[in-house]
Nanobody, 124 residues
Framework: QQQLVESGGGLVRTGGSLRLSCVVS????????ISWFRQAPGKEREGISC????????NYADSVKGRFTISRDNAKNTVYLQMNSLKPEDTGIYYC?????????????????WGKGTSVTVSS
């Protein structure tokens, strides 16, 4: 069964850090582009970062550029999202997803498979 499982969310204060993990099972992670999305309360789900199958290419939303870093370890079938300098507006449910096209990896329309999400809350 193909699935993505996120972990690493939690409650953190403004300026703090968290590292999210996305473990891929049921297929080889290096077959796919992996993306991170988030959905804040009352808002639409938005793409925040993605990484190519070999890690050579990454993309970030302007709102997280310079603070978040995406990486992958294909030997462990895991993709990470290191989040630093967190702000209250980073609060939300964070989802990892597989995408088939890098030029659509930040769009929900380009998603092939979703994880169930992990919750991040940043207190002020």
């Amino acid at each position: 069964q193909q699935q993505l499982v996120e972990s690493g969310g939690g409650l953190v204060r403004t300026g703090g850090s968290l590292r999210l993990s996305c473990v891929v099972s049921g297929f080889r992670s290096d077959f796919y582009i992996i993306s991170w999305f988030r959905q804040a309360p009352g808002k639409e789900r938005e793409g925040i970062s993605c990484i190519s199958w070999n890690g050579d290419y990454t993309n970030y939303a302007d709102s997280v550029k310079g603070r978040f870093t995406i990486s992958r370890d294909n030997a462990k079938n895991t993709v990470y999202l290191q989040m630093n300098s967190l702000k209250p507006e980073d609060t939300g449910i964070y989802y990892c997803a597989t995408s088939l096209q890098f030029n659509r990896c930040m769009s929900t329309g380009g998603v092939h498979l979703w994880g169930k999400g992990t919750s991040v809350t940043v207190s002020s």
